[in-house]
């Protein structure tokens, strides 16, 4: 089973940016459908980006226009970068297969405070 490990997380003031990195285990990291989540506290997990195995990127409504997902197949590492960053955006932030869903990281905590 494929294992991720995120990082990149941190505290940025509103309006800041971040780029986190998702490193994959395994030998099938090009052949997934990719996405990143994030979860705040009391809320549930949402999808907020998606990659397909080919690169063509899809984003939440929340997010689109702010957040650039990119992949690197070669290198089993997935990246989100982040502009723009509001509050609301506080989140953990974790990376998975679209599907078949695997087991998840410990995420990476983001905090967008003034």
């Known amino acids: 089973q494929v294992q991720f490990v995120e990082s990149g997380g941190g505290l940025v003031q509103p309006g800041g940016s971040l780029t986190l990195s998702c490193a994959a285990s395994?030998?099938?990291?090009?052949?997934?459908?990719m996405g990143w989540f994030r979860q705040a506290p009391g809320k549930q997990r949402e999808m907020v980006a998606s990659?397909?195995?080919?690169?063509?990127?899809n984003y939440a409504n929340s997010v689109k226009g702010r957040f650039t997902i990119s992949r690197d197949n070669a290198k089993n590492t997935m990246y989100l970068q982040m502009n723009s960053l509001k509050p609301e955006d506080t989140a953990v932030y974790y990376c998975n297969n679209v599907f078949p869903r695997s087991s998840w990281g410990q995420g990476t905590q983001v905090t967008v405070s003034s």
């Open positions: 395994g030998n099938t990291f090009s052949i997934y459908a």
């Open positions: 990659i397909s195995r080919g690169g063509s990127p």
